[in-house]
């Protein structure tokens, strides 16, 4: 905290809400006010806010190339084969253990791009069942019922999944503005550290 402050950068924190939100709210903010936005996160969630003014930028990519990585709504598709407004429905369906989001046990990403292919989200599938046990996919019948049993679970993934982006800051996008580094107190601070 020290440091950032010491920094000159802008700081938000607000007890009982999600980090999650502040980002997805002053990114929406910002899109609207047509401002491009580069969040930097690892986390898939995210993918859900990023449109033509809001892109990620996963700066600890997993894999063998681990290079940092820039999504924009074509990187979301590449990546996981739903696009971002259907990234939600994506995560319900399939969970996300580091988000705490359960999903629908043995619903896995082939199967969730294979369901969002054919509805537009949840609800659609959650409406139409027995077209999701006729669809042409090995286990259709076994995702339906799985989807029938775990109907509840689905809805509540969706809400852990979605990210609230109309909190009501203090703060605008256009007030975030880093201001000059206070050098004595970083070089005090670094000493300290080491």
């Known amino acids: 905290l020290k440091a950032i402050e010491a920094l000159g950068l802008p700081l938000m924190r607000i007890k009982g809400v999600e980090a999650d939100d502040v980002i997805g709210t002053l990114a929406t903010q910002a899109a609207t006010a047509g401002i491009n936005t580069v969040i930097s996160t690892g986390d898939k969630d995210m993918a859900q806010l990023v449109n033509q003014h809001i892109t990620l930028l996963d700066t600890m990519p997993r894999g063998p190339n681990k290079q940092p990585r820039s999504m924009d709504v074509e990187g979301v598709v590449a990546k996981f084969q739903v696009r971002p407004d259907q990234i939600i ?7 996300d253990s580091s988000d705490n989001i359960p999903g629908v046990p043995k619903v896995g990403p082939k199967t969730a791009v294979a369901l969002l292919a054919e509805f537009e989200g949840i609800d659609d599938i959650l409406a139409d069942l027995d077209k ?63």
């Open 89 to 95: 429905d994506y995560l319900a369906l399939v969970g």
């Open 132 to 194: 999701v046990a006729s669809l042409d996919m090995r286990v259709a019948k076994g995702v339906a019922e799985r989807i029938r049993a775990n109907r509840d679970t689905l809805k509540l993934s969706y809400q852990l999944a979605t990210i609230n982006c109309e909190l009501a800051l203090d703060r605008t996008p256009d007030s975030l503005v880093a201001a000059s580094p206070d050098l004595p107190t970083l070089r005090a601070l670094y000493e300290e550290l080491e």
